[in-house]
């Protein structure tokens, strides 16, 4: 199994922004693309809105985690961005996880 990348370059966050397949819960909205590879990347956007840069980065990490933790479930070939809402900010790591999986049932891109 191939471990995913990240998603770094704005052009490429753009690509899949501009796709507009997307589903959102209360906490996060997930867009999904196939990127035509064998690995999954993973981009995670928090606006200032959220909160400060210690809050932005906690969401970032729990988001993260929680993906690294669960890559076996999704599917190979996928650029991903998710974005945390503000009623993110002050949720636990499981509340996270749960909403990221729930937004992969959405989408279809779990095993």
Do not use: P, W
């Amino acid at each position: 199994m191939n471990f995913s990348e990240s998603l770094k370059r704005s052009q490429d966050f753009r690509k899949v922004y501009n796709n507009k397949k997307s589903y959102a819960n209360r906490f996060l909205v997930l867009y999904v693309l196939k990127n035509g590879r064998d690995c999954n990347r993973l981009g995670i956007s928090v606006s200032k809105k959220v909160g400060n840069s210690v809050v932005r980065h906690r969401i970032t990490r729990l988001i993260r985690e929680s993906y690294r933790l669960n890559e076996a479930l999704f599917n190979s070939g996928l650029d991903m961005v998710v974005i945390a809402r503000q009623s993110a900010k002050d949720r636990s790591y499981q509340e996270i996880e749960s909403a990221l999986l729930h937004l992969g049932k959405l989408h279809n891109i779990l095993k």
